[in-house]
């Protein structure tokens, strides 16, 4: 269906359009903020908040030391590898700045993991938090990377208070020596950055603005292109959600006014475009958590603020509620409740709205979108059970095995066109051309029904993809790693239902002679995968359900366990 199907049936106060040349770049976007909501505060964490003036001081020197200080050019590559710490927003918009795309890499990836997707992207730069240095020196000379900058805890604290927490850290992280020699520091690249002045690069919507890492069949991550085009789509997208009105004709989010708290990683593109890129277009104040594991810790953060929205996940939601100082928190400001990333729970979504009074409103969309492609209305308008309705200017259908679409009320594979739809993936045009056709349509691998009324149900995954608390989890990936062992003769990987993430990795395992031990794979998987990759399962079999022509059949494996 085309987009204005969906016109009619958007809240009142959300507009059926958008301007997609209002802005002509992410920067363009991110200097006016800085320039209009100068005194308010911009991002705060581990007691410091930078306003978006000092933001803006601190991306321009960023900018500029990146300018004068080496030879990378507009188009070239920058990992960024770092939690939810202040130093990621300096980074990627001080990158931006600079005309280079950001490859936004996640701080918690194994060597192996990080070996890949800074040689795929061809990055020649790297930002990471000074933990992750041993993996750093350790796939450094497969890489091209020639520059590094390497952030601390501490570097935006008061000096003191700045080396007690860089030495707590690190003697409670257990750091290991590790000698990377042209390493420069972050706090030199701001000082030095603060001298000279950055030289404006002229950007356009076409221009890659981020590559963004999704897993893929074949095992190996695939960096989908999003342009700056797509990204400041999606901000004018969700920002014409937050136009919905109320009874009295007050909009849903008031601009430069709002606290957001921000738990969920950055690096991921559903933070990164919530609280990056939306936020940033209103003006409002992202309160970073760097660790919402330790869930006491991140409700003693939250009593500090009179918060009026977050993102979040089932999974999240759920741990918050279970700790008995949640419900002592003050909710009466809280506006805005958005879960992504992976299936909302029917209680979870009723019990949060008993405890805080703010209802869940859950949405759909993929790292390929940029990444949302439908959201809920908010308030009593939402439906529990649906991933609402698309965003202003995106077109939804679902087609049958052979892409004829189908009518209303049918069920198929979902495909999604707009403004958001990535121009691609890196340097993998085959692979572009099996989800992108030449009418723009991203085949998403996911079984929808869009009801007579537009809302769209997700009913299935058409793909084997996993989904571990909201990161997707591809078992040709868990396969091939596993397959390296020299004791593994066959193994297969399936997503299993789990209480706390959602869904859970159960691999089974055929091995390749006797004396293979479940600690021994454990072991090895927890060395060549990222946390939420490993295994939660391992079943040793002595052989695996196969196809005549030998390809191992997932989904008897998954019959076995319903």
């Known amino acids: 269906m085309q987009p204005e199907f969906w016109n009619d049936k958007r809240p009142v106060g959300v507009p059926g359009h958008i301007d997609l040349h209002a802005w002509h770049s992410v920067v363009e976007v991110f200097e006016r903020s800085c320039r209009t909501f100068a005194e308010r505060p911009a991002f705060s964490n581990l007691g410091v908040t930078l306003t978006y003036a000092e933001l803006d001081r601190h991306c321009a020197a960023f900018a500029a030391w990146l300018q004068q200080n080496t030879d990378l050019r507009p188009g070239d590559r920058i990992a960024v590898q770092l939690p939810n710490v202040l130093q990621y927003p300096i980074a990627v918009f001080g990158a931006l700045r600079a005309g280079l795309v950001v490859v936004n890499t996640n701080p918690l990836y194994t060597p192996r993991e990080m070996r890949h997707q800074f040689k795929d992207s061809g990055a020649r730069a790297l930002v990471y938090l000074n933990l992750f240095g041993p993996n750093v020196e350790e796939v450094l000379a497969d890489t091209d990377i020639q520059y590094l900058i390497e952030a601390k805890m501490g570097d ?60 893929g069949t074949t095992g190996l991550a695939k960096g989908a292109m999003l342009s700056h085009g797509n990204l400041v789509a999606n901000m004018l997208q969700v920002h014409a959600c937050f136009q919905q009105q109320d009874a009295r004709g007050a909009t849903l989010l008031d601009e430069g006014q709002e606290v957001m708290i921000a738990p969920l990683p950055l690096y991921h593109v559903y933070a990164f475009t919530a609280n990056c890129m939306c936020m940033m277009l209103t003006g409002n104040h992202n309160v970073l958590i760097t660790n919402p594991r330790d869930i006491a810790g991140f409700i003693k953060e939250l009593k500090k603020w009179r918060f009026s929205a977050m993102i979040g996940l089932n999974t999240l939601f759920v741990a918050l509620m279970e700790h008995p100082e949640f419900r002592l928190l003050d909710f009466s400001s809280l506006k805005v409740t958005n879960s992504g990333g992976t299936a909302l729970v029917k209680s979870t979504a009723e019990r949060w709205q008993r405890v805080t009074g703010c209802r869940i409103i859950e949405g759909y969309g993929l790292t390929e979108t940029s990444p949302v492609a439908c959201t809920n209305p908010y308030g009593s308008l ?28 049918e069920s198929g594979e979902l495909c999604v066109r707009g403004p958001q739809v990535m121009q691609g993936y890196w340097r993998q045009p085959e692979a572009s051309r099996e989800v992108l056709d030449a009418q723009g349509w991203l085949k998403t691998g996911d079984i929808a029904v869009i009801d007579p009324d537009g809302f769209v149900r997700i009913v299935d995954r058409k793909k084997d993809m996993i989904i571990v608390s909201g990161f997707n989890v591809y078992p040709n990936e868990i396969e091939d790693v596993v397959m390296a062992h020299p004791k593994v003769a066959q193994c297969a990987a399936i997503g299993v239902a789990d209480e706390r993430t959602g869904e859970a990795v159960k691999l089974f395992v055929v091995p390749r002679e006797p004396g293979l031990g479940l600690e021994e794979l454990k072991a090895y998987c927890k060395a060549n995968l990222t946390g939420y990759k490993v295994p939660k399962n391992i079943v040793l079999r002595s052989s695996l359900p196969m196809t005549p022509v030998g390809k191992i059949l997932r989904r008897e494996l998954r019959d076995t366990v319903e």
């Open 382 to 409: 939402g439906r529990l059970g649906t991933v609402g309705i698309p965003v202003v200017g995106t077109g939804l259908k679902v087609v049958d095995e052979l892409g004829v679409e189908l009518p209303l009320g």
């Open 156 to 215: 935006l604290l008061p000096s003191v208070k700045g080396w007690l927490v860089n030495s707590l850290v690190s003697y409670k992280k257990k750091l290991t020596a590790y000698r990377l020699p042209q390493v420069v520091s972050f706090k030199t690249v701001l000082y030095e950055g603060l001298r000279g002045q950055v030289s404006p690069v002229t950007l356009s919507l076409d221009d890659i603005a981020v590559l963004q890492y999704t897993g």
